[in-house]
């Protein structure tokens, strides 16, 4: 029985660690200091990389190769165009919540993704 448990506190933790953080950015608009105009072109300088390494290993396992009920990514974009994977990372699906990445970074990391074949 405390076998069981532990299992349950530990497998508990690790979905708490990969959803939990919260928004990284505090404003998703950045004022350009000379012209004062809103900077919504952010999508190239995201480093999907670095998003994928702090809230999708967790689950998806250190090189996306997948583990337990979690599929490996590391060749996703053979099995989903870019737009089905912004839609799962939107979404959600299974046992995946929605909204772990959003707005531009969500759109990064798609396209990163979907290179993986």
Do not use: Y
């Not at 497998?11 to 660690?17: N, P, Q, S, T």
């Not at 089905?84 to 990163?112: F, Q, T």
Request: aromatic share 2%; charged share 25%.
């Amino acid at each position: 029985m405390n076998k069981k448990l532990l299992a349950v506190i530990f497998g508990a933790g690790l979905m708490l660690a990969a959803c939990g953080g919260g928004n990284d950015k505090a404003n998703d608009t950045d004022k350009t200091a000379d012209t004062g105009k809103t900077d919504t072109t952010e999508t190239a300088s995201v480093d999907a990389e670095k998003i994928v390494n702090s809230k999708c290993i967790a689950c998806h396992g250190n090189n996306l190769q997948g583990q337990g009920n979690f599929p490996a990514l590391n060749d996703v974009g053979s099995r989903l165009s870019e737009d089905e994977i912004l839609n799962v990372i939107e979404n959600g699906r299974g046992g995946m919540p929605a909204g772990l990445v959003s707005g531009d970074d969500a759109k990064a990391v798609a396209a990163w993704l979907a290179e993986k074949k």
